[in-house]
């Protein structure tokens, strides 16, 4: 499996964007999927992730109720729209592909295999 994440760019504070994470592969519909975030200095933290149906998804707190994570398993993509952004989501955005099941794993990075090269979002205040 193959990952293209694509949709950052530069945003005010308030605004909004829309990422996509592209996957090649026959069985990208049965893994779960991921976001994760890598601001500069920081590690690298989980942002969102959905199950392979699309029916579960968890989110971490700081981006709860702000950004959502689906997939459209036709077009082998999941999407992470992102509103009201604050220049503290300032940050290279991750996907991520895990072969095993949904589980309470889903925030942590080693339960992915596959990584995405990352896209750059940067929210100007």
């Known amino acids: 499996v193959q990952l293209q994440a694509s949709g950052g760019g530069l945003v005010q504070a308030g605004g909004s964007l829309r990422l996509s994470c592209a996957a090649s592969?026959?069985?990208?519909?049965?893994?779960?999927k991921g976001w994760f975030r890598q601001a500069p200095g920081k590690e690298r933290e989980f942002v969102a992730a959905?199950?392979?149906?699309?029916?579960?998804?968890s989110y971490a707190d700081y981006v709860k109720d702000r950004f959502t994570i689906s997939r459209d398993n036709a077009k082998n993509t999941v999407y992470l729209q992102m509103n009201s952004l604050k220049p503290e989501d300032t940050a290279v955005y991750y996907c991520?592909?895990?072969?095993?099941?949904?589980?309470?794993?889903?925030?942590?990075?080693?339960?992915?295999?596959?990584w995405g090269q990352g896209t750059l979002v940067t929210v100007s205040s």
């Open positions: 592969g026959r069985t990208f519909s049965t893994y779960v």
């Open positions: 959905i199950s392979k149906s699309g029916g579960i998804t």
């Open positions: 991520a592909a895990a072969r095993t099941v949904w589980d309470n794993r889903v925030a942590r990075e080693d339960k992915y295999d596959y």
